[in-house]
């Protein structure tokens, strides 16, 4: 099938995630701020019933909830995700079910009372995943579209930015408004939009230039050898620059 989702989506680009150096990083990302999960659960409302977690990664959302409801399948199609995935906390529950696969494809288990999607939406094949999430959610279910994960108003933002523009191997990036689009694109019809409180989140700063290899544009594998060992030491120096100017709760 032709996909008609932007260039910066496409699976050569989404299948980087299968690779271990990604999913061994990705814990290196902020997590959610608990408020996520209390929206979630609020969602859910009485019924705690059962959520279909698509895109699931190591399981951030999926882990989260699980012992709050009754069940979660998480689908994820990197094998390397779910492996580290099943090592966290709540990732060996007895309520959650590890479906490795593409989401378009693989068997699931209906009805959900809800499907999360965590930065992974964009990833999918829209005309074929959203006619699947009707498909399996109850007929008062939602589907749940989540991003965000990085600081908000960082003093290093455009210092950051620059270096992620030089280094990125996405060279399709483009700057979409996504919910916009997939709205456009009538996949969606929104219901609501919520935004958490800022929580802060220390790291030290190897941790958060490491994290940047959990992203496709900057897995280890595609910088290769000739880009990331130049890339470490001015990226490193750049941040550490303006976190020492600025004071912040980054600490090396
Ligand atoms: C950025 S991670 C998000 C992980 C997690 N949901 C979170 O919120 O932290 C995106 C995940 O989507 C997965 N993914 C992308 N396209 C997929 C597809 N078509 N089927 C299943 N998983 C997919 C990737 O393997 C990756 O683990």
Redesign the pocket.
Same mark, same amino acid.
């Given at each position: 099938m032709e996909t008609t989702r932007p260039r910066q989506y496409w699976d050569d680009h989404?299948s980087r *995630?299968?690779n271990r150096s990604l999913a061994e990083t990705y814990e290196l990302r902020p997590p959610y701020p608990d408020e996520t999960y209390r929206i979630l659960l609020s969602l859910l409302g009485e019924s705690r019933g059962r959520v279909l977690d &698509?895109?699931?990664?190591p399981g951030? +959302?999926a882990r989260g909830l699980v012992k709050h409801i009754e069940g979660v399948d998480a &689908?994820? *199609? %990197?094998q390397e /995700?779910i492996r580290i995935g099943k090592t966290l906390i709540n990732g060996d529950h007895p309520n959650l079910r590890w479906i490795n696969g593409? &989401? $378009?494809e693989v068997q699931l288990y209906p009805p959900y009372s809800m499907v999360t999607a965590?930065? %992974?939406i964009h990833? /999918? $094949?829209w005309d074929v995943v959203f006619l699947r999430f009707k498909e399996v959610l109850t007929t008062d279910g939602y589907l749940v579209i +989540?991003d965000e994960d990085r600081p908000i108003e960082a003093p290093w933002h455009d210092a950051e930015l620059s270096l992620i523009h030089k280094y990125s191997t996405n060279r399709h990036h483009e700057n979409i408004d996504l919910i916009q689009e997939l709205v456009d694109r009538g996949h969606l019809h929104l219901i609501g939009d919520k935004r958490t409180a800022p929580m802060r989140f220390s790291q030290s700063l190897t941790d958060y230039v490491q994290s940047f290899h959990s992203r496709e544009s900057m897995s280890k594998e595609h910088m290769g050898q000739k880009m990331s060992v130049p890339l470490m030491p001015n990226y490193h120096r750049s941040c550490l620059t303006l976190l020492t100017m600025m004071d912040t709760s980054v600490s090396n």
């Amino acid at each position: 099938m032709e996909t008609t989702r932007p260039r910066q989506y496409w699976d050569d680009h989404a299948s980087r *995630f299968k690779n271990r150096s990604l999913a061994e990083t990705y814990e290196l990302r902020p997590p959610y701020p608990d408020e996520t999960y209390r929206i979630l659960l609020s969602l859910l409302g009485e019924s705690r019933g059962r959520v279909l977690d &698509v895109g699931c990664g190591p399981g951030k +959302i999926a882990r989260g909830l699980v012992k709050h409801i009754e069940g979660v399948d998480a &689908v994820d *199609f %990197s094998q390397e /995700m779910i492996r580290i995935g099943k090592t966290l906390i709540n990732g060996d529950h007895p309520n959650l079910r590890w479906i490795n696969g593409p &989401v $378009e494809e693989v068997q699931l288990y209906p009805p959900y009372s809800m499907v999360t999607a965590g930065a %992974s939406i964009h990833w /999918m $094949e829209w005309d074929v995943v959203f006619l699947r999430f009707k498909e399996v959610l109850t007929t008062d279910g939602y589907l749940v579209i +989540i991003d965000e994960d990085r600081p908000i108003e960082a003093p290093w933002h455009d210092a950051e930015l620059s270096l992620i523009h030089k280094y990125s191997t996405n060279r399709h990036h483009e700057n979409i408004d996504l919910i916009q689009e997939l709205v456009d694109r009538g996949h969606l019809h929104l219901i609501g939009d919520k935004r958490t409180a800022p929580m802060r989140f220390s790291q030290s700063l190897t941790d958060y230039v490491q994290s940047f290899h959990s992203r496709e544009s900057m897995s280890k594998e595609h910088m290769g050898q000739k880009m990331s060992v130049p890339l470490m030491p001015n990226y490193h120096r750049s941040c550490l620059t303006l976190l020492t100017m600025m004071d912040t709760s980054v600490s090396n």
